[in-house]
């Protein structure tokens, strides 16, 4: 049943506290589904509040004081945070990758460039980098280079390998 007020147009209830107020009479989800012939836009509540505009896509709890995730203008999509600063930026927690079968996480740099995992607190950074140019391992603590896995598979510690194992005291 539907009820048109000058307020709005009520689904399901008779005073429409919006333009467009669609209730459930149930704890089943209530859900709005805008479509066209190349896809649709489907918003429902029980946790299921998406906010979308030209701009950024928002999604929040049903009373809107949450935000759990955001696309902004740019693309980037930030979980625990409203401000993204790269494609993917998570705040508060971890990622987890499971699978009954092999995982994995891929970093793909170009040729002549560095694939990076980097620990920071805000100053001294630990980084594991791969360099595609010489196809080496490099770790680094507090940004010094402190170990190094050649393309032979030598490894240098406090240097750049010459022998299987080359130990360079500083």
Known sequence: TGTATMDGLGIGTTSPAELLHVHQASTNAARMRLSNTEGY??????????????????????????????????????????????????????????????????????VGTLSRIITSDGSDAGYIDYDHSADSWIHRTAGTERMRIDSSGNVGIGTSPSTKLHVQDS
């Open 41 to 110: 836009l489907e918003i429902g509540t029980n946790n299921q509040v998406m906010n979308l505009d030209s701009q950024t896509h928002t999604f929040r709890n049903e009373a809107g004081s949450s935000e759990y995730m955001r696309i902004d203008a740019s693309g980037n999509v930030g979980i625990g945070t409203s401000s993204p600063s790269e494609k993917l930026h998570v705040n508060g927690g971890s990622v987890q990758v499971e699978s009954t079968g092999n995982t994995a996480i891929r970093l793909k740099g170009g």
